[in-house]
C-alpha cells in the first residue's frame, strides 16, 4: 500500500474520531439537560410518587434509597405539608401522601393511613437561652400569648426580652400534633406569632434568634436548644420509651389500597427489618 | 509528494475539526437554559466527600452560593436551583441549609427539594437571598470518586461524579426608567459546574491498573 494511501486512510480515521467526538458531545448534551432521563431502563420501573409532610420527607427520602437498592421501582418525592399530600392523594396527584398527623373527619373519604414510625415533636430555643424546663400550662402560656416576655418564664435566661414565637402554618401536619399534644384546649395565638412553611425555616428562625422559641420534628432539632417537657427532656432515647409526652405519629396514606407498587413499599415500610432499621435511627420504630 | 503534504494538512485540519466540533458541543452544553439575561447570577460552588451524612458512605456535600448584581438597593433573588449530576443519585436531601456571609443560618431563606430517587438530579424551590449560600447533601449509586467496577470480563474505570447547578432567579424589566416601576419576571441562569468532590482518597487498584493499561500499550506499540 503507497504511504499517500495510507495517510488518507489515517485521514478518514481522525474525520471518524472528530465524528465521534461531537456525536458523544451531543449525547453528553442530552443526558446532562436538566429533566433529562440518564437511564432509558428506569423508565420500565414503575414510579411512586410522594408528596406532604416537610417532617416524614428525611425519613421517606432515607427510606425510598433503601428500597431501589432492592427493588425494580422508581420514586419521585416532593413536599408541601400534610394537608397538602392528604388532598394530592385524595385527587390522584401522588401515589402516597405522607402525613405528620392523625386522621381528621374532615379527610376525604376513600383514604387509608398507614402508620410507620413515630416521632418526637421538640419546644426549641436558641442555643443562648438554655431553658431547661417548661410545663405544659408554661408552653401554653409561652404559645397563646398570655406571657410575653423572657424574664415572666423560669429559667430563661434573655431578661425582659420579647418572646419571638415560630410556629406552623395550617397545613402542617406538626401544627395539628403540637395543638393536640402541647395545647389543648387553648390555641396557639397566631396573630403575634410568625408563621413559617417547613420544620427547617422553624429550626433556622430559632438557630439565629436569641430570644426566638418554636417546635420541630426531632430531627431538626440540631443546632437549637430542645427544652424538656415535664421534666423529660426532648431526644430519641426518651422518645423510644414512651417517657416523652410529645409524640406524634407519622402516616403513609393511600387511595384505597392503590397502587400496588405503593402499598408493596409501605408494607416493607412496617415489616422489614432494614427499613425499621432506618426508623431507629432518628425516630420511634413501630416494633 | 503534493498531495501527501495535502494528505498530511488535510488530517491536520480534521484533527482540529474534531477538537472544535468537542468544544463547540461543550460551549453548547452550557449555554442550553436560554434566557439568562443581562443581570445574570454569579454563582459558585464546590462539592466535597461525606460518607458520615444522610446519604451514607456514597454521601457528597454541595455548597454554593450566587451574587446578583442590585438594581437601585432591589436585591434579585434565587427563587429556586435544580443540581444535575453526571452520576446517578439515590438520596439528595429534602431541606437543604441556607447561610449568610458571616457563616450563621438564614433566619429568611429556605428550600425544599423534590426529584426522582434514584435520578440524575434534584430542585429546590424555596427562596435565598443574594449573597447568600446554601450547603446540603446527595449519594451517588456507587462511590463518588473515581473507581474501578467490574463489567463483563474487565475492569472499568467510573469516573468522579461531577454536578452542575442553575438557579432560577428574579429579574427586572424597565429598570432603567427611573419613572416607571421596575417589572419583575424570572429567569434561568446557565449551568455552574461545581467540580468533583474534594477529599477523595488516593485508589491503589485504579493506580495499578493504570501502571498495567500503560505497560500493555508500551508493549503493544513496541510489538507494532
Not at chain 1, 495510507?6 to 467526538?21: D, P, Q, S, T
Request: positive net charge; contains cysteine; proline residues 6%.
Amino acid at each position: 500500500m503507497s504511504s499517500s494511501r495510507m495517510r488518507l486512510r489515517r485521514l478518514g480515521r481522525w474525520r471518524r474520531v472528530g465524528g465521534a467526538a461531537l456525536l458523544t458531545a451531543a449525547v453528553v448534551l442530552v443526558a446532562v439537560a436538566p429533566g433529562a432521563p440518564a437511564d432509558t431502563s428506569a423508565k420500565r420501573a414503575p414510579t411512586i410518587t410522594m408528596s406532604g409532610s416537610t417532617s416524614v420527607a428525611p425519613l421517606a427520602a432515607k427510606l425510598a434509597q433503601k428500597y431501589v437498592q432492592s427493588h425494580n421501582v422508581q420514586f419521585r418525592l416532593s413536599q408541601g405539608g400534610s394537608d397538602v399530600g392528604i388532598s394530592d392523594v385524595a385527587h390522584g396527584r401522588v401515589s402516597i401522601g405522607n402525613s405528620s398527623r392523625d386522621p381528621k373527619p374532615t379527610d376525604p373519604g376513600g383514604l387509608v393511613f398507614h402508620k410507620i414510625a413515630r416521632d418526637a415533636i421538640c419546644v426549641v430555643t436558641n442555643t443562648a437561652n438554655g431553658l431547661p424546663n417548661l410545663s405544659q400550662s408554661g408552653v401554653q402560656a409561652i404559645f397563646h400569648g398570655s406571657v410575653r416576655h423572657w424574664n415572666q418564664v423560669p429559667g430563661a435566661g434573655r431578661g425582659s426580652n420579647t418572646i419571638d414565637l415560630f410556629v406552623r402554618t395550617a397545613a402542617s401536619g406538626t401544627q395539628d400534633a403540637f395543638q393536640k399534644l402541647f395545647m389543648d384546649p387553648v390555641s396557639v395565638n397566631n396573630s403575634i406569632a410568625k408563621q413559617l412553611a417547613s420544620n427547617g425555616l422553624v429550626q433556622q428562625k430559632v438557630k439565629s434568634d436569641p430570644d426566638g422559641i418554636g417546635y420541630v420534628s426531632l430531627f431538626f432539632a440540631k443546632g437549637t436548644h430542645p427544652v424538656a417537657y415535664k421534666g423529660v427532656a426532648c431526644n430519641l432515647r426518651n422518645a423510644k420509651s414512651g417517657q416523652y409526652g410529645g409524640v406524634r405519629n407519622f402516616w403513609m396514606v393511600t387511595k384505597g389500597n392503590q397502587p400496588a407498587a405503593a402499598i408493596s413499599f409501605i408494607h416493607w415500610v412496617q415489616n422489614s427489618s432494614a427499613a425499621q432499621a432506618i426508623v431507629a435511627t432518628n425516630w420511634v420504630p413501630l416494633h | 509528494m503534493n498531495s501527501r503534504r495535502g494528505a498530511r494538512h488535510s488530517g491536520r485540519r480534521a484533527r482540529y475539526l474534531g477538537g472544535a466540533s468537542l468544544v463547540a458541543a461543550c460551549a453548547a452544553l452550557l449555554a442550553i437554559p436560554g434566557g439568562a439575561s443581562a443581570v445574570a447570577p454569579d454563582c459558585s460552588g464546590k462539592l466535597t466527600l461525606n460518607g458520615h451524612g444522610e446519604g451514607g458512605k456514597n454521601g457528597v456535600d454541595y455548597s454554593f452560593g450566587c451574587k446578583v448584581p442590585t438594581i437601585e438597593n432591589d436585591k434579585a433573588d434565587i427563587q429556586a436551583f435544580s443540581l444535575v449530576t453526571s452520576r446517578r443519585i439515590d438520596y439528595f436531601q429534602p431541606d437543604p441549609t441556607v447561610f449568610q456571609p458571616n457563616g450563621d443560618p438564614s433566619s429568611t431563606d429556605a428550600l425544599n427539594c423534590e426529584g426522582p430517587i434514584p435520578g440524575p438530579g434534584f430542585g429546590c424551590p424555596g427562596a435565598m437571598t443574594a449573597g447568600n449560600h446554601v450547603v446540603g447533601h446527595f449519594a451517588t449509586i456507587g462511590s463518588p470518586c473515581r473507581h474501578l467496577e467490574r463489567r463483563g470480563a474487565g475492569n472499568v474505570v467510573i469516573p468522579a461524579v461531577q454536578a452542575w447547578v442553575t438557579v432560577t432567579f428574579q429579574d427586572h424589566k424597565n429598570d432603567l426608567d427611573p419613572n416607571t416601576p421596575p417589572t419583575y419576571y424570572t429567569s434561568q441562569s446557565h449551568p455552574y459546574n461545581l467540580g468533583k468532590p474534594r477529599g477523595c482518597p488516593a485508589n491503589k487498584r485504579l493506580r495499578a491498573h493504570r501502571r498495567h493499561h500503560r505497560a500493555h500499550h508500551r508493549a503493544h506499540r513496541r510489538h507494532s
